[in-house]
């Protein structure tokens, strides 16, 4: 699951849950129901995250086997986060540091410290969150489990260093991934993490772009495409006399065809051809066939460009 591989860790979930049923261990599956909702949550299906989180809690009580209850307790409250509803979110991290400090949950994660974090931030502003991460929690930007954890979480420090003012916390956590990429070539989530904190770093618009489209984690892609519409506002502030980034006139969107501009608001939201396609109900050459048309009229080459076009395309 730490690399994206969000199926393969359904099936293996499986096979342990019918092997755990088989043998009549139901109180062993609270692992593998926390385990499952975070998968859930990483792939953005969020309903079925919050119910097997809330299933790995009543397990755990019901059995007492509550080593991994307090994980399920983070997947709670990000998503109570995501709905806006700060009060819940911090129910549910009283719930997880009170199982914590009673000895009965699973020993400290740097995942636990990041959704804390993420707390601050909804409540005190990120600037906030980075003060702290820079202070008492500094060391956090260096673990390599939550960087696996969590894809986007060194693009989120280097926001909240920038926030904060700090550019040396900023640069540790760029780096910090940037050596886990080096030292793991074979994986493409950390590559495509370490280019989304380099990038949000340096302000450049393909990295960020680059992120919004492969970053296998929907949390990740949306602080992508988040970041990718905060730059290009940003240089469009900065730029009066023309659009971010280059000397190309506005965009024509008056060109493209209604279905035209569905496709290109679909797929620069980070879907792929067969996932667009499904949206519109076509097959995904139609789809391909929309894009070539679509790249002439914009004259643009690739996805990357059409993602940071995006928020043209959303108007």
Not at 174 to 195: C, G, I, K, Q, W
């Amino acid at each position: 699951m730490g690399i994206g591989e969000f199926a393969e860790a359904e099936a293996i979930l499986d096979a342990t849950e019918a092997q755990l049923a088989r043998q009549h261990l139901r109180a062993y599956l609270v692992p593998c129901a926390t385990i499952r909702a975070m998968a859930r949550f990483r792939s953005g299906h969020l309903d079925e995250a919050e119910q097997h989180a809330r299933h790995a809690v009543t397990i755990g009580d019901r059995f007492n086997t509550l080593l991994l209850v307090p994980l399920a307790y983070t997947v709670l409250a990000r998503l109570a986060l995501l709905s806006g509803n700060l009060r819940n979110a911090e129910k549910y991290l009283r719930q997880y540091r009170r199982r914590s400090a009673s000895g009965q949950g699973y020993p400290h994660s740097p995942q636990f410290d990041f959704v804390e974090l993420l707390v601050v931030a909804a409540r005190d502003g990120l600037g906030c969150a980075g003060k702290l991460l820079g202070g008492p929690m500094v060391g956090l930007v260096r673990r390599i489990p939550l960087m696996l954890q969590e894809p986007a979480a060194s693009a989120w420090c280097v926001r909240a260093a920038q926030a904060a003012d700090d550019p040396q916390l900023a640069a540790l956590a760029v780096a910090a991934v940037e050596s886990l990429a080096a030292a793991n070539p074979d994986f493409p989530t950390v590559a495509t993490a370490a280019r989304h904190a380099s990038s949000a770093h340096e302000g450049t618009l393909a990295g960020i772009a680059h992120a919004a489209v492969e970053h296998r984690d929907q949390w990740a892609r949306d602080l992508a495409r988040t970041d990718l519409e905060t730059l290009v506002l940003r240089l469009e502030r900065g730029r009066p006399d023309g659009p971010a980034g280059n000397d190309r006139p506005p965009v024509r969107l008056t060109t493209l065809t209604a279905t035209e501009l569905r496709v290109a608001r679909l797929v620069a939201a980070g879907l792929t051809n067969r996932q667009a396609a499904v949206q519109l109900n076509v097959s995904s050459h139609t789809v391909n066939y929309h894009l070539r048309g679509i790249y002439r009229k914009l004259d643009i080459t690739s996805r990357l460009e059409l993602v940071a076009l995006r928020p043209q395309l959303m108007e």
